[in-house]
């Protein structure tokens, strides 16, 4: 029965045929990873739930002639934020945890090929809640029309959305660094939400780290793309602070992950 | 085919693997046998890539592991049943298998029927699987690439008597088909029967490699134990019987029953045991060559 089905060829193999996963088919992978378990899944209708339930308090707390579409955006995204760079750190964490960065390294044993996915799945991901917080915010605005409780406009900024979409995609990236380099949930989870923020509550003991807590707070840095018109002071902040969590974090981690023994 | 080139791997000053060399031919079974801690896992993650050998390299047909472009069209690699996502059911490990290394999704269905996996268990998320269960996922795992070589780390760890059965005669046909098969055991018996050739490896060194038959008949002889022991080794080398212990305190001696008891006897030295050695084939070879070197 197994005759068929097992069939070694025994002529000379050309080892470059056929040719490696190109990164379109390991990330289409790595996106289906995050949804096929029951745990995967219930995180990613967490992560939208989160975006939901941030338009009641919209509708019930914001001035009637403030609750634009815009406004119950920027909401949604506040919610989907705080737990976007978990589903970074989840991603590459799982495979140390679970063990299956064996299979994955065996199948794909560029490991720089396997970073390449995971932050290309994690973008894709980001970007993807980025737009299920439009379509929530579209409902709540919606829901505000015929509850009589919503008198803002119908409109959002584009540069609102597309600064939104990199807050998005970099909150999951910098998740995804942050595992790559702890390689542990909770060490990785608890560092990610403590470091940042370790800045502020240092610049606030210690006054002369209070311009560097400016600059490296991501919590703060990056808060100013959730409003409209970013100024160019704000664009240099973002891009120190993300410097500092994301390409660090990121270059650390790459190179750890390519070191690692896998076991 | 593999070539394992003088691979070692030392962990902080620990030596897991030394001087490690040898080859598998296509068309044969080699079984890589020693003590559980012995370096067999090391070894074979050194040839799969994913272990950075201290010293030497390796090989698998003609090139390292990592350069090969889609290795799971090449190699199937199995080290560790065990290792799969609790949460996955087996068909969806096998469908992101078939969808990486590029195969059509049909080889899911036809791989769980392969090694017997029936499509209800296969919905079943791999953390209920038992661990015989687990070994025919990653056995289907690594063959659903259709490769020439299979590198196999205890793949009858779990599995029942019918499984071993069962999976020598898979090992044994992709085998006689031209294929190269690599599989560990710390139990000879399981390998035993499907085995041409035998690496055994103590200690993170080679024991001892070969061919069965040459390997078997390294065991004929006579094994002779004592009450004193130091006795018995001068006596019989008074009578020039070659002799090396067994590990177990008593001596295998190349030579008849006969002459054995006659050395023992001129030397006074009072035998508890005397028979045939090779009543247990490559087992008593294989406890012989392990012992010494995990004391």
């Known amino acids: 029965m197994t005759a068929t089905l097992t069939r070694p060829a025994t002529a000379h193999a050309d080892l470059a045929e056929p040719p490696r996963p190109s990164l379109a088919r390991l990330t289409a992978v790595e996106l289906r990873k995050t949804t096929d378990t029951r745990s995967g899944r219930w995180l990613l209708i967490l992560v939208a739930l989160t975006a939901v339930a941030m338009m009641p308090v919209v509708l019930y707390t914001a001035p009637k002639g403030e609750q634009s579409l815009g406004e119950f955006f920027v909401a949604a995204q506040l919610g989907v934020g705080l737990l976007l760079p978990v589903l970074g750190i989840l991603a590459v964490t799982t495979e140390w945890s679970q063990r299956t960065m064996l299979s994955t390294c065996l199948l794909v044993p560029d490991r720089h090929r396997v970073v390449a996915a995971k932050l290309l799945g994690g973008a894709v991901l980001g970007a993807g809640f980025a737009l299920a917080g439009l379509a929530a915010a579209v409902l709540g605005r919606a829901a505000g029309g015929l509850l009589g409780r919503s008198g803002g406009g119908w409109t959002v900024e584009p540069s609102l959305v597309a600064t939104v979409l990199l807050f998005a995609v970099a909150s999951v990236l910098m998740g995804t660094a942050f595992g790559m380099l702890f390689m542990n949930t909770p060490l990785a989870v608890v560092l990610y939400f403590l470091l940042p923020t370790l800045w502020s509550t240092l610049g606030a003991m210690v006054g002369r780290l209070e311009g560097t807590a400016k600059w490296l707070d991501t919590h703060r840095t990056l808060d100013a793309l959730t409003h409209p018109g970013v100024t160019s002071g704000e664009w240099a902040r973002v891009a120190a602070s993300l410097a500092v969590w994301l390409l660090l974090p990121l270059a650390a981690g790459t190179v750890r992950l390519a070191r690692r023994e896998v076991k | ?295």
């Open chain 2, 1 to 295: 085919m593999i070539e394992v080139e003088r691979l070692s791997k030392r962990y902080r000053g620990a030596e897991a693997v030394r001087d490690v060399t040898f080859r598998c031919a296509p068309g044969t079974v080699t079984g890589f046998l020693g003590p559980n801690g012995a370096g067999k896992s090391t070894t074979m993650r050194m040839i799969c890539g994913l272990t950075p050998p201290s010293d030497g390299a390796a090989t698998v047909l003609g090139r390292p592991y990592r350069r090969i472009a889609n290795p799971g069209r090449h190699v199937g690699v199995l080290l560790d049943a065990a290792a799969q996502h609790a949460g996955r059911s087996g068909r969806e490990v096998l469908a992101l298998t078939a969808r990486t290394v590029g195969v059509e999704q049909r080889r899911v269905g036809e791989m769980l029927e392969a090694v017997g996996l029936p499509a209800k268990a296969a919905r079943r998320r791999v953390g209920a699987y038992s661990l015989g269960m687990r070994q025919r996922l990653g056995l289907a795992q690594a063959l659903i690439g259709d490769p020439k070589v299979l590198i196999l780390d205890e793949p009858a760890n779990g599995l029942d008597p019918e499984g071993i059965f069962w999976m020598r005669s898979l090992l044994r046909g992709f085998a006689d088909r031209g294929g190269t098969v690599l599989l560990s055991s710390h139990l000879l018996r399981e390998v035993e029967a499907v085995a041409d050739r035998f690496v055994v490896i103590a200690g993170g060194r080679i024991a001892a490699q070969g061919a069965k038959e040459e390997l078997l008949g390294d065991a004929s002889g006579v094994l002779v134990r004592a009450t004193d022991p130091a006795a018995l080794h001068a006596a019989l080398a008074g009578a020039r019987l070659p002799s090396r212990p067994d590990g177990t305190g008593a001596y295998l001696v190349q030579g008849s029953a006969e002459a054995a008891g006659h050395a023992a006897a001129r030397a006074g030295v009072v035998l508890t045991e005397l028979r045939q050695a090779n009543g247990n084939g490559l087992e008593e070879l294989f406890l012989t060559l392990t012992h010494g070197a995990t004391r």
